[in-house]
């Protein structure tokens, strides 16, 4: 009855827990203009991620984050000449990025990187000649894997695990009396 009434004390209490919070805070809304050769400079630094384009470059690209995918929308046609955009979340850092589909000339996942969390997507050898390598509405996929963050829920269902098994060790059990006979 007592171990009964513990159990049915700590479900409640876990219910009192905060709520999941989100993981993925990276970017939304967030315009780039070009300020050199390749180098852009952006009106915010990070923001909640939200429905559609996070970025917009330029006029040039719409990138967007959802559901572990980025997906680079080419918004009219040009040369991207030495372009290399570098995404980072230093709060959740991704553990792996690939390509999962695209159709830009000579770009492949050999120019998509992943160091310590920032992801580098690198246009510097894509197109021929005078052709741009993007063409209006081209657009490219890449897979994204974060590393996984405790909601607060698993925090105080493994604490609560732990008191448990700590309190089950500690306690004696009490010899049961039998008489012997000899």
Same mark, same amino acid.
């Given at each position: 009855?007592?171990?009964?009434?513990?159990?049915?004390?700590?479900?409640?209490?876990?219910?009192?827990?905060?709520?999941?919070?989100?993981?993925?805070?990276?970017? !939304?809304?967030?315009?780039?203009?070009?300020?050199?050769?390749?180098?852009?400079?952006?009106? *915010?630094?990070?923001?909640?991620?939200?429905?559609?384009?996070? &970025?917009?470059?330029?006029?040039? &690209?719409?990138? !967007?984050?959802?559901?572990?995918?980025?997906?680079?929308?080419?918004?009219?046609?040009?040369?991207?000449?030495?372009?290399?955009? *570098?995404?980072?979340?230093?709060?959740?850092?991704?553990?792996?990025?690939?390509?999962?589909?695209?159709?830009?000339?000579? &770009? !492949?996942?050999? !120019?998509?990187?992943?160091?310590?969390?920032?992801?580098?997507?690198?246009?510097?050898?894509?197109?021929?000649? @005078?052709?741009?390598?993007?063409?209006?509405?081209?657009? &490219?996929?890449?897979?994204?894997? *974060?590393?996984?963050?405790?909601?607060?829920?698993?925090?105080?269902?493994? @604490?609560?695990?732990?008191?448990?098994?700590?309190?089950?060790?500690?306690?004696?059990?009490?010899?049961?009396?039998?008489?012997?006979?000899?």
């Amino acid at each position: 009855m007592k171990s009964l009434l513990l159990i049915a004390s700590a479900l409640c209490l876990s219910n009192l827990a905060p709520e999941s919070a989100q993981a993925a805070t990276i970017l !939304d809304n967030v315009t780039c203009a070009e300020v050199g050769p390749g180098a852009f400079s952006c009106n *915010q630094a990070s923001a909640v991620v939200g429905v559609g384009d996070e &970025f917009n470059i330029s006029g040039f &690209f719409g990138i !967007d984050f959802s559901s572990g995918i980025l997906s680079i929308r080419a918004l009219s046609s040009g040369l991207l000449g030495g372009t290399v955009l *570098q995404f980072q979340n230093l709060t959740n850092p991704w553990t792996s990025a690939n390509l999962l589909s695209g159709s830009v000339g000579n &770009f !492949d996942s050999s !120019d998509v990187t992943l160091t310590s969390g920032i992801l580098r997507v690198d246009f510097s050898n894509t197109g021929t000649g @005078l052709v741009g390598p993007f063409a209006a509405g081209d657009t &490219f996929t890449i897979g994204l894997v *974060q590393s996984a963050v405790p909601e607060p829920e698993t925090w105080a269902l493994m @604490l609560l695990g732990f008191g448990l098994v700590g309190g089950a060790m500690r306690s004696r059990r009490k010899k049961a009396v039998s008489p012997s006979f000899a």
